[in-house]
């Protein structure tokens, strides 16, 4: 029987990440699927890995919601029959494949890293980090198919000029939503992108107060650079929209300067691919600096007010 590997995420280049990792990962057949107006572009997703794309035009899929949604996903996955199935851990992946998980009564894991399928006994089992990326654990999952969802950026993926992927539209059901949506909101913009810019200077936990950013602010502007942050400093603070790691950006500026960041390996995901990483943490056994190109052991208050006028001093800028 031909073994099947199922993929999905509602982000283009995480879905081209997950079809990368599928192609090379032995299943005789890739299988996808898309929802809404993407389904115009279906037979594309052949170039990036898809053997075969279901797509589910239905109207109640013009708009994201997670009921429509888990219906359609559901039911895609009911009519392919795959083996294995992987999600992308975005905001949107992670709500919906909860949701796939518990109405199908699939074995779930969550930050999948790496798996392995056995056909004769139809299990998967699955590599997956814990602790924010401390640790990993493998998971041996006998429903059929099994679920996993994976971060973006943990796959690469794989380009197939020139292949198109058989497009086969579902007749799944899609209910009415008893959720709607009251509005939608721009997320804020903070100016110029954090990917287009050659220096970032990165603020953790290490920062104390919210005006404290007034310095990081200074250092960034004298070396044309941006500030970001890791998660904490965005989702329990509420400094900043968004933070770099394993759920959030991922960036690779030419020159990273990170300030009262601990160095975990959740957050260092979105950071691992800088020219440069120079850390500055006051606590000399932090796990940065054994990442890091260059360490700085002392308080961020006193180095960096010294480093700005150190840059000033030396007419690096005009500022």
Not at 78 to 84: I, K, S
Not at 95 to 112: D, F, H, I, K, N
Not at 148 to 164: D, E, H, L, N, S
């Amino acid at each position: 029987m031909m073994s099947k590997l199922f993929v999905y995420s509602e982000e283009t280049g995480v879905l081209q990440e997950l079809l990368g990792k599928a192609s090379q990962s032995g299943f005789d057949q890739v299988v996808t699927a898309v929802f809404g107006s993407a389904a115009a572009t279906a037979a594309t997703l052949g170039e990036w890995g898809a053997d075969v794309v279901y797509t589910v035009t239905d109207p109640g899929l013009e708009t994201y919601n997670p009921e429509t949604y888990t219906d359609a996903l559901a039911g895609v996955i009911g009519l392919a029959g795959p083996d294995l199935v992987l999600v992308g851990a975005t905001k949107r992946g992670l709500e919906v494949s909860g949701q796939v998980a518990e109405r199908l009564e699939l074995g779930a894991v969550s930050w999948c890293v790496d798996f392995t399928f056995d056909m004769a006994s139809k299990t998967v089992t699955a590599v997956c980090l814990i602790y924010t990326g401390m640790g990993q654990n493998t998971y041996h999952i006998t429903t059929h198919p099994a679920l996993a969802t994976v971060a973006p950026g943990t796959f690469q993926p794989q380009a197939f000029p020139g292949k198109t992927a058989e497009v086969v539209p579902a007749a799944v059901t899609v209910n009415a939503p008893r959720l709607h949506v009251l509005e939608n909101n721009e997320k804020r913009e903070t100016g110029r992108r954090l990917q287009d810019a050659p220096v970032i200077v990165d603020v953790g936990q290490g920062v104390k107060a919210r005006e404290d950013l007034a310095l990081a602010e200074e250092l960034a502007q004298l070396l044309s650079g941006q500030v970001a942050c890791s998660r904490p400093v965005s989702s329990e603070r509420d400094w900043f929209p968004e933070w770099l790691g394993l759920s959030g950006l991922k960036l690779s500026p030419d020159l990273c300067l990170t300030l009262g960041i601990s160095g975990s390996i959740q957050h260092m995901i979105g950071i691992r691919d800088s020219k440069l990483i120079v850390a500055v943490n006051k606590d000399e056994g932090a796990g940065i600096f054994a990442q890091a190109d260059y360490g700085v052991h002392a308080d961020l208050y006193q180095f960096v007010p010294a480093l700005i006028t150190a840059i000033k001093a030396r007419s690096i800028t005009k500022n």
